[in-house]
């Protein structure tokens, strides 16, 4: 079954104890992106990635980090978590190619969704 | 700048009702449209997409969407709700050409439905 899938679906950790949200898909979609939702704002890009060792940032990349060392994964990093990171975060995929070739596969697949709590 | 506008934040709508969901867009160009649907405790499904083309596109679960770019709108309709409808709807834009590859999201539209 083609998913996106993320780990852990729920998290209540401390102020600064460093925390890594995986994220997989098996679709070999070459576009992978995180998402935190917050009430009354939607769902606000963090970071993504067109292709392997291709990351950049979105709209909020304070206090996040990612990698992309393999094409199906790409975890999101909080080093120092603080309780504004409180939120739900989704992680996506696209088999997009960006500039080297239009795909009208503009879907994006969504992950079902890592509720985060920082105390 | 880019922006989609989702005016009502909560719609409360009797089963078998019909449905309006407002989208509205500020765009340099025609971009691409998205309806998401995301019921409680889940992750954002696709309901439909416009890219080109008819302006009235179909989607999954009833669901259609019409574009009207003089209004730049794309409102979501449902002739007969469901109360399994009941979940968060986001509209979404994204870029014509590929120099970015973001959505961009509505705020979201809760929608309630009564039996």
């Known amino acids: 079954e083609a998913q996106v899938t993320q780990n852990p679906r729920y998290l209540i950790t401390v102020t600064g104890k460093k925390l890594t949200v995986t994220c997989s898909q098996n679709?070999?979609?070459?576009?992978m992106s995180w998402y935190r939702q917050d009430p009354g704002l939607g769902l606000r890009q963090i970071y993504y990635s067109m292709n392997v060792e291709v990351t950049d940032k979105g709209d909020v990349p304070e206090g996040y980090k990612v990698s992309r060392k393999e094409k199906r994964n790409f975890p999101l990093i909080l080093e120092s978590p603080s309780p504004n990171q409180t939120s739900l975060y989704f992680c996506?995929?696209?088999?997009?190619?960006?500039?080297?070739?239009?795909?009208?596969?503009?879907?994006?697949?969504f992950g079902p969704g890592t509720r985060l709590t920082v105390t | 700048a880019q922006s989609v506008t989702q005016p009502d934040i909560h719609i409360t709508v009797s089963e078998g009702a019909s449905l309006e969901l407002r989208c509205n867009y500020s765009?340099?160009?025609?971009?691409?449209l998205f309806w998401y649907v995301q019921s409680p405790g889940q992750g954002l499904q696709l309901l439909l997409k416009?890219?080109?083309?008819?302006?009235l596109v179909q989607g999954i679960k009833g669901f259609e969407a019409e574009f009207k770019r003089s209004q730049s709108s794309f409102n979501l309709r449902k002739p007969s709700v469901h109360w399994s409808d009941a979940a968060e709807y986001f509209c979404?834009?994204?870029?014509?050409?590929?120099?970015?590859?973001?959505?961009?999201f509505g705020t979201g539209t809760r929608l309630q439905v009564f039996p």
């Open positions: 679709m070999n979609h070459e576009y």
């Open positions: 979404a834009v994204g870029p014509p050409i590929y120099n970015t590859d973001k959505l961009i």
């Open positions: 996506a995929s696209s088999p997009r190619t960006g500039l080297a070739g239009v795909s009208v596969e503009d879907e994006q697949y």
């Open positions: 765009y340099g160009a025609t971009p691409y």
């Open positions: 416009y890219f080109s083309g008819d302006t």
